[in-house]
């Protein structure tokens, strides 16, 4: 059974930063990939970045490379996304999923969604 809790939303300024937290209850976290969407009201969950079980390999969406960082501590069970150099098109709500398999750009390719955390980025 699946159970991720995201945390560290909330209202920032244009070009501020904020780190969202992922703690999850899986069973070998540490051998599992991960990934961060986010989603408008009224659209499709959007993919972010995507981790796999080390911090090695990592995958961003266009629209956040270079400003987003994903990393992970399997010591923890928790997986993180530093947002940085934000933007008003950054607000959404954020969840975390756990990848099982096919396309990890895709959200049907996730299950174990948390229940997102409000990031709002104000000009």
């Known amino acids: 059974q699946v159970h991720l809790i995201e945390s560290g939303g909330g209202l920032v300024q244009t070009g501020g930063s904020l780190r969202l937290s992922c703690a999850a209850s899986?069973?070998?976290?540490?051998?599992?990939?991960m990934a961060w969407f986010r989603q408008v009201s009224g659209k499709e969950r959007e993919f972010v970045s995507r981790i796999g079980w080390n911090n090695a390999t990592t995958h961003y969406a266009d629209s956040v490379e270079g400003r987003f960082t994903i990393f992970r501590d399997n010591a923890k069970n928790t997986v993180y996304l530093q947002m940085n150099d934000l933007k008003s098109e950054d607000t959404a709500v954020y969840y975390c999923?756990?990848?099982?398999?096919?396309?990890?750009?895709?959200?049907?390719?996730?299950?174990?969604w948390g229940q997102g955390t409000q990031v709002t980025v104000s000009s």
């Open positions: 999923a756990v990848y099982r398999w096919g396309n990890f750009y895709t959200a049907s390719s996730y299950d174990g």
């Open positions: 899986i069973d070998a976290f540490a051998t599992t990939a």
